[in-house]
């Protein structure tokens, strides 16, 4: 019987060897897709948050500075920012339409939700997010009492194909807390409308982790800070933390008969940020997005 020729042999192994790599390129995409074991694996992505009452951009040196606000925002690049005490057109702050001036800055889209009109201008919450915003609306809540009105600022997000709601919230300051009681079951009553989805809650509840306005929220919602943070976490005042008062809450007991029932938000780190560009400090929470299909 006649040997095959060297160049015949060269060619039948350099044939072998494509037609080996084409297989494994070919079982490993397969494997990567979940395609092999007939489910799609769970995916996981990371999702940054941030609270801040900006002080209408007025920091600890009394100046108002836009730019130090957005310095803070870009150096962090969170997805999703929830900015409470913004001014647009107000005498106060120079007349700077602000939430529009850090959406340029940081090229990110804005949401803003007004509560009040002051000194020529419009005031209340805003949101900065990365992600588009398929729903918006603004929830004034019911004045119990004489005072400044306060709001709820809520939007859906496409995030990654996902719908999550995330809503921004400053309260009443007073010290008793008669108008916040009553705004807290207006909120959880308003945001159990979209229990289908994942809710993050974010704001300046105007009280710490032991108030009743605080408690009430736990009953439906997870403590971002008891979840992922260190230490006392105090936000209030800038140049000397001594209170607890900013939050980014999560809700606990999602509907498990929606449509998007594989989707869970965890918080995985939760920081303080260090800063004099308002009388608040910034809260930043890291949460892993993730899902089975």
Known sequence: ???????????????????????????????????????????????????????HAEGTDRTIDV?????????????????????????????????????????MTYAFGKTIDYQGGDYGNAFLTRFPILEER?????????????????LVLDVRGEEIVVANTHLDSREDDSARVPS?????????????????????????????????LNKDFVDS?????????????????????????ILKNPNPERASAAVQLRPVSARVLQSSASDHLPLLVEFELSTER
């Not at 606000?69 to 409470?84: G, H, N, T, W, Y």
């Not at 603004?138 to 809520?154: D, T, W």
């Not at 800070?225 to 809450?249: L, N």
Request: aromatic share 6%.
């Open 1 to 55: 019987m006649n040997r095959p020729s060297v160049p015949l042999l060269r060619f039948l192994r350099r044939t072998a060897r494509r037609e080996f790599l084409v297989s494994a390129v070919v079982l490993i995409a397969l494997v990567a897709c979940g395609c092999a074991s007939g489910r799609h694996a769970t995916s996981g992505s990371a999702i940054r948050v941030m609270t801040w009452n900006i002080h």
């Open 67 to 107: 730019d130090r606000i957005a310095r803070v925002i870009l150096s962090e690049k969170p997805d999703i920012v929830a900015l409470q005490e913004v001014d647009r057109g107000v005498e106060r702050s120079k007349k700077i339409d602000i939430i529009t001036a850090l959406a340029d800055r940081t090229e």
């Open 138 to 154: 603004n929830l004034h809540y019911k004045m119990i009492r004489e005072g400044e009105q306060r709001g709820l600022l809520q």
């Open 225 to 249: 800070w008891e979840q992922a943070g260190r230490g006392e976490g105090f936000t209030y005042s800038s140049d000397e933390p001594r209170k607890r008062i900013d939050y980014i809450f």
């Open 184 to 216: 807290i079951e207006e909120l959880k009553v308003t945001l159990s409308g979209y229990s289908t989805r994942p809710v993050i809650v974010c704001g300046d509840m105007n009280d710490g982790p032991k108030s009743r306005v605080v408690t009430q």
